[in-house]
């Protein structure tokens, strides 16, 4: 029982969300895990975004083996389209090779292979994986736009949730940052198979990036969960959400890279 809640975010689903900056709605954003039989995963992301005269659009896929319990990246793919310039990101993990080709607007480059590295999409399930075996650290390295990256994250408590969708019991996770100018917080709901149900940003405190979910369908029956270790915050970063809030008179002043930080931080 306790493999099976482990290997339950790979269950084949769907989830719609709502993206939200201050009180803009912004557009909806949209995942996708097909059915597998060959241990081979597909993983989709779909997302429209806009605002005034701002737009941006977004196709990603993720490919990735599941091997000794662990999540394998393949191959990674980002088309981004709407205002100012359109773009692809192309990654290959050649773990044959042990290198990591990436293409990012139209810029190439070879990284040395790296065990435990994955990519922005499928990351995202082994993170639920993990919360599910309750593993820690939660630390993780992603390729990025040419670059590899590291993120934190830290299970601060457990919180109820309630959004236009339904209510929800959850757990809250924040990304570890030196700095409290940004702060994100997730709340991953576990009998949803850590599904987020609820993401939102702040920077210094205001202009508040919200995403909440909006509908979801699982094709089968998911397990039940094991108690969810809770780290609690950390002292010297963390701040309670109820401080934090958005300024109306900011969040209207909207600019087109404050549009491209949204939706880098909708695919984290």
Do not use: C
């Amino acid at each position: 029982m306790e493999q099976a809640a482990i290997l339950s975010p790979l269950t084949a689903h769907t989830a719609s969300y709502k993206v939200f900056y201050g009180s803009f709605e912004l557009g909806v954003a949209n995942y996708r895990l097909p059915a597998t039989d060959s241990g081979f995963y597909s993983y989709h992301f779909d997302s429209d975004v806009s605002l005034l005269m701002l737009s941006d659009q977004r196709h990603l896929k993720s490919e990735f083996t599941l091997e000794n319990g662990k999540l394998v990246p393949f191959r990674y793919i980002q088309e981004r389209t709407g205002t100012g310039s359109d773009y692809t990101e192309q990654t290959a993990f050649v773990k044959g090779q042990q290198f990591i080709h990436t293409i990012y607007k139209q810029e190439a480059l070879k990284l040395p292979y790296q065990e435990k590295v994955f990519d922005p999409l499928m990351v995202q399930l082994q993170f639920r994986m993990d919360l599910a075996a309750n593993i820690r650290p939660l630390d993780y390295k992603m390729v990025k736009e040419k670059e590899i990256d590291d993120y934190q994250f830290r299970v601060l408590g457990k919180e109820k949730v309630t959004i236009e969708s339904g209510t929800y019991d959850t757990v809250k996770v924040e990304v570890v940052r030196d700095s409290t100018k940004r702060q994100t917080f997730f709340w991953m709901a576990p009998t949803l198979a850590y599904l987020p149900v609820r993401l939102s940003h702040f920077s210094k405190g205001s202009k508040q990036l919200d995403i909440q979910l909006a509908s979801y369908q699982f094709e089968q029956p998911l397990p039940p969960m094991t108690p969810t270790l809770i780290d609690g915050p950390n002292k010297q970063s963390s701040t309670a959400v109820d401080e934090l809030h958005t300024d109306p008179e900011t969040s209207a002043q909207i600019t087109e890279s404050e549009l491209d930080e949204i939706k880098q931080l909708a695919e984290d």
